[in-house]
């Protein structure tokens, strides 16, 4: 059975650091733009960072400059590293994959979620 497992977060002060890693695995041909959502209380899950298959990038403008998301494609993983951690990036944080499964059916799939609390 397919799945997303995602660990890392936790409660960290402004200004420091976290990493977020996210693991696919079950009945995957292929995978292709994976991303990181997050989502916070009373608001509506924002993309915060995307990495194509073949390595493109792109970010939210709140987080450029201080996260970077990364994918190993060997190990089917994507890592969310975010620096200089603000209040305002609290959040749930979600990864996504978009993957071809051997049976050539597609799917979005989506990561447990892991919170990431920033103190001021």
């Known amino acids: 059975q397919m799945k997303l497992v995602q660990s890392g977060g936790g409660l960290v002060q402004s200004g420091g650091s976290l990493t977020l890693s996210c693991v696919a695995s079950?009945?995957?041909?292929?995978?292709?733009?994976m991303s990181w959502y997050r989502q916070s209380a009373g608001k509506a899950r924002e993309l915060v960072a995307t990495?194509?298959?073949?390595?493109?990038?792109n970010y939210e403008n709140s987080v450029k400059g201080r996260f970077l998301i990364a994918r190993d494609n060997a190990k089917q993983t994507t890592t969310l590293q975010m620096k200089n951690l603000r209040p305002e990036d609290t959040a749930v944080y979600y990864c996504?994959?978009?993957?071809?499964?051997?049976?050539?059916?597609?799917?979005?799939?989506w990561g447990q979620g892991t919170q990431v609390t920033v103190s001021s």
């Open positions: 079950g009945g995957i041909f292929s995978l292709h733009t």
């Open positions: 990495i194509s298959s073949g390595d493109y990038t």
């Open positions: 996504s994959a978009d993957i071809t499964f051997s049976s050539n059916a597609q799917q979005r799939a």
